[in-house]
């Protein structure tokens, strides 16, 4: 492997726990406020607002902002928790997912439904579906040891 490739991996490298944080904050940003804009086409508009469309559209806009920020919150607290339990304990497995969805449950979502009890609900909920899900082994993509790159790293001889 020569020296160019190696320092453009080094560059690329995106998997820091700070980078994997931001990217799910900003999944969870991007879902939420989709979902809150489907949920606020379900809900059933006001008699005083069918002919008005500002304040159907503010209301939509703020359904969107808290299913949005909700999410995103959710989505940052899972994956900064998971990676500082990862970080510390020096490993990879299911425990590091369950610790950080019970964290982003208990306090995203106890927050929300301002109650103990609450808490420790949506904190077991996603505790016990992220260890679920981790100790099944679904995985997005499994690394074989393969390198693949978009473009060539060898000159092209020019045709005649």
Not at 31 to 45: E, K, M, R, S, Y
Not at 112 to 141: F, H, N, W, Y
Request: proline fraction near 2%; charged fraction near 20%; aromatic fraction near 8%.
């Amino acid at each position: 492997m020569d020296d160019a490739a190696a320092e453009l991996r080094y560059y690329e490298e995106e998997d820091t726990p700070g980078m994997k944080t931001l990217k799910g904050a900003t999944t969870g940003l991007v879902a939420g406020t989709l979902w809150g804009a489907i949920i606020a086409t379900w809900h059933d508009v006001p008699r005083v607002e069918r002919n008005v469309a500002l304040p159907g559209l503010i209301r939509t806009l703020k359904m969107m902002g808290n299913h949005g920020a909700t999410f995103a919150a959710i989505g940052g607290v899972y994956i900064g928790v998971e990676q500082l339990v990862q970080n510390y304990r020096m490993k990879r497995d299911f425990i590091n997912g369950a610790v950080g969805g019970f964290v982003a449950g208990a306090t995203v979502l106890g927050y929300k439904g301002r109650s103990i009890s609450t808490a420790l609900s949506a904190g077991t909920a996603l505790a016990v579906t992220s260890g679920i899900i981790d100790g099944l082994g679904a995985t997005t993509r499994t690394d074989n040891g393969r390198e693949y790159y978009p473009y060539t790293t060898k000159k092209r001889v020019a045709a005649e």
